[in-house]
């Protein structure tokens, strides 16, 4: 069944009392469709905590999987070993080694993607950076991304292959030796990618080449943040506390602590991030992982040239 970004604001707009109700027949359904054979893709992160929470009220016994690739925050991984029936995998190779053969995951999973392929000679990506892919109809396409053409020249290997290595394949091993189907806590509104696999499939991909059930899609982070607010599950401290703040839009919920808590010392999105953004926070709340991060990695190469900060606003030296 293909879904319109019609049908996407029309659920968004939904109550959360209903997309509770909504989001737990799509858990209903996937877990009938696979005989009770499916499991929570865990993190730890806000999104999951809330999925694992839904899933289990759903059907206790479903095990999560939490992939432990030595990224993670200290508090992210303590608060993942609170939970009961979690299954520990690693990926086959480390961060630094992935990112000496393939490359750093900058901007976007996307446009990661596309100055990996474009370095390779590949016609279609080179046209996304110079804004020459056109849509179905002649026109100007969404998936153009001129604006970060200048990359192409950056003096460090760039690609997507980061989230791959260190997360999705230890998953699909699992999946292939467990027969077990995953449920994961994305959102679309998170990336353009997430949003063409709504439209495309809706929550729960039945028939796609790795069925996938996504039952929060169409959930908000307001959402999110409410939920754990109304229910007062555990959340991972990282996140500190959750708070209204009053904004032009009304009043909105914020974390005082952390925003995502994905890999500390992955780029995507930073860019956007409001300053102090999460490595300059990084630098007064982990500086030993700031320190690897920044100078042993080369994630400050990496930000020097996209021109992101990463030195705190209250450490920088006034010359």
């Known amino acids: 069944m293909n879904y319109t970004?019609?049908?996407?604001?029309?659920?968004?707009?939904?109550?959360?009392?209903?997309?509770?109700?909504?989001?737990?027949?799509?858990?209903?359904?996937?877990?009938?469709?696979n005989n009770g054979l499916a499991f929570v893709s865990?993190?730890?992160?806000?999104?999951?905590?809330?999925?694992?929470?839904?899933?289990?009220?759903?059907?206790?016994?479903?095990?999560?999987i939490f992939v432990d690739t030595g990224l993670e925050y200290p508090e992210l991984r303590n608060f993942v070993k609170t939970k009961s029936n979690v299954e520990w995998l690693r990926p086959k190779h480390p961060f630094f080694e992935i990112i000496e053969e393939y490359g750093y995951p900058v901007i976007s999973k996307e446009v990661s993607n596309v100055i990996y392929g474009a370095r390779k000679g590949q016609q279609y990506r080179l046209a996304r950076l110079n804004g020459e892919l056109?849509?179905?109809?002649?026109?100007?396409?969404?998936?153009?991304?001129?604006?970060?053409?200048?990359?192409?020249?950056?003096?460090?290997?760039?690609?997507?292959?980061?989230?791959?290595?260190?997360?999705?394949?230890?998953?699909?091993?699992?999946?292939?030796?467990?027969g077990r189907r995953a449920i994961i806590g994305t959102m679309a509104c998170e990336s353009k990618l997430r949003l063409q696999g709504w439209l495309k499939s809706g929550c729960n991909a039945f028939e796609a080449s790795r069925p996938i059930s996504?039952?929060?899609?169409?959930?908000?982070?307001?959402?999110?943040?409410?939920?754990?607010?109304?229910?007062?599950?555990?959340?991972?401290?990282?996140?500190?506390?959750?708070?209204?703040?009053?904004?032009?839009?009304?009043v909105v919920l914020k974390t005082t602590g952390v925003e995502r808590s994905g890999c500390m010392?992955?780029?995507?999105?930073?860019?956007?991030?409001?300053?102090?953004?999460?490595f300059q926070k990084m630098q007064l709340t982990h500086p030993k992982q700031y320190d690897y991060c920044i100078h042993k990695l080369g994630c400050g190469t990496v930000m020097d040239y996209i021109h992101v900060p990463y030195i705190h606003p209250d450490l920088e030296v006034v010359a």
């Open 134 to 178: 056109l849509d179905k109809n002649g026109n100007y396409s969404m998936f153009n991304c001129e604006r970060y053409k200048y990359l192409l020249d950056a003096p460090f290997k760039i690609s997507d292959k980061c989230c791959y290595h260190m997360k999705k394949a230890p998953i699909y091993k699992f999946e292939r030796e467990s």
């Open 5 to 33: 970004r019609d049908d996407l604001k029309v659920m968004q707009s939904w109550p959360l009392e209903r997309k509770i109700q909504v989001t737990q027949t799509r858990i209903i359904e996937w877990l009938m469709k």
């Open 265 to 278: 010392y992955c780029m995507y999105g930073v860019q956007n991030d409001p300053i102090p953004n999460r």
């Open 42 to 64: 865990f993190s730890g992160g806000k999104d999951s905590t809330v999925l694992l929470d839904m899933v289990r009220r759903v059907c206790e016994d479903i095990p999560a």
């Open 214 to 250: 996504r039952p929060l899609s169409f959930w908000t982070e307001q959402d999110v943040l409410r939920y754990l607010q109304i229910t007062g599950i555990p959340y991972a401290p990282i996140y500190g506390e959750i708070v209204e703040i009053k904004t032009r839009r009304g």
